[in-house]
T-cell receptor, first 114, second 114 residues
Framework: EPEVTQTPSHQVTQMGQEVILRCVPI?????FYWYRQILGQKVEFLVS????????KSEIFDDQFSVERPDGSNFTLKIRSTKLEDSAMYFC????????????FGPGTRLLVL | DAKTTQPPSMDCAEGRAANLPCNHS???????VYWYRQIHSQGPQYIIH???NNETNEMASLIITEDRKSSTLILPHATLRDTAVYYC???????????????FGQGTILTVHP
């Protein structure tokens, strides 16, 4: 069964450093998402992406965040200058259509900012 | 999207049916009910969804009341591996990319015990 993959599985970084989280969505999917989950809290939507542009973003997704689909297979989330409060699990998801359709999630990247 | 209410936790004996309730009294006619689960900080996993008819797949059954104000997810023969957080999510059906996001609540922690 096709699956969403994410790399790295764990990342430790120093505050103020840039990080790039990578995702390979399911190959025929057209809609891509990033979510995050701070330890012990609920899963929160960050951003959705379709047709090479952001279709929706949450209040969390400020100017420090950006997304890109650089080569038609990868989907990346960049955090320009990490803060302590960015420590969380980051999940990528993809779907064939935006609604009435299953979203498939990756296993996540655990980001720790020191 | 309509708000959902779920019990914070439930227990179930292995081999028995697990019935997880969800209240969505403000649901609109164009909103689906989705169920996802998250096993120990893994990526959320799709279980089932429905609009107004009862649905069944290889994982579970979804029973939606006639007035659509509540639903029940049924795991017919729960196993220890079904221990997870179960999320009931109501989402608009539409094809616009901005309708793709999933809004997670706190969910129900289901513990299946031997």
């Amino acid at each position: 069964e096709p699956e969403v993959t994410q790399t790295p599985s764990h990342q430790v970084t120093q505050m103020g450093q840039e990080v790039i989280l990578r995702c390979v969505p399911i190959s025929n999917h057209l809609y891509f998402y990033w979510y995050r989950q701070i330890l012990g809290q609920k899963v929160e939507f960050l951003v959705s992406f379709y047709n090479n542009e952001i279709s929706e973003k949450s209040e969390i997704f400020d100017d420090q965040f950006s997304v890109e689909r650089p080569d038609g297979s990868n989907f990346t989330l960049k955090i320009r200058s990490t803060k302590l409060e960015d420590s969380a699990m980051y999940f990528c998801a993809s779907s064939l259509r935006p609604s009435g359709e299953t979203q498939y999630f990756g296993p996540g990247t655990r980001l720790l900012v020191l | 999207d309509a708000k959902t209410t779920q019990p914070p936790s439930m227990d179930c004996a292995e081999g028995r049916a697990a019935n997880l309730p969800c209240n969505h009294s403000t649901i609109s006619g164009n909103e689906y009910v989705y169920w996802y689960r998250q096993i120990h900080s893994q990526g959320p996993q799709y279980i089932i969804h429905g609009l107004k008819n009862n649905e069944t797949n290889e994982m579970a059954s979804l029973i939606i009341t006639e007035d659509r104000k509540s639903s029940t997810l049924i795991l017919p023969h729960a196993t220890l591996r079904d221990t997870a957080v179960y999320y009931c999510i109501v989402r608009v059906t539409a094809l616009a990319p901005s309708y793709g996001k999933l809004t997670f609540g706190q969910g129900t922690i289901l513990t299946v015990h031997p």
